[in-house]
């Protein structure tokens, strides 16, 4: 099994990709695959093809994060119509997004699988 990417993985079976890197992805310094992160919603982008919610990890430690090693904006897809759900992430960086605060999610950290 390799590594495809990294990420926060939320019980409803969504997640927040951290680094899409295959076999050579890794997590924020300082956080290890299993521990348990928050996604703090602040935004949300929208439009006919695709739909996120855009967020900041904080870290057990108290660090914050806002956006991928590529600069990317933190998000979690909610909608994807006819597109890549990389799509809604890239949107919402060069697009910008509406703000939304209020809610807090727990995730684990860890990385996607496959053959």
């Known amino acids: 099994m390799k590594k495809i990417y990294s990420g926060f993985f939320l019980e409803d079976g969504t997640h927040c990709t951290w680094e899409y890197a295959p076999r050579k992805c890794t997590l924020p310094e300082g956080i290890q695959e299993g521990d ?5 919603i602040v935004g949300e982008y929208a439009d006919d093809e695709v ?20 600069g990317t904006v933190l998000h ?4 994807v119509n006819g597109v890549s759900p990389v799509v809604s992430g890239q949107r919402a960086t060069s697009k910008g997004f509406i703000p939304k605060y209020g809610v807090a999610l727990k995730a684990k950290a860890g990385y996607f699988y496959a053959k």
């Open 36 to 40: 348990e992160v928050t996604l703090f």
């Open 76 to 79: 979690i897809t909610r909608y």
């Open 51 to 70: 739909k996120c919610d855009v967020v900041q990890l904080v870290t057990p430690s108290g660090r914050v994060f806002v956006a991928q090693p590529d």
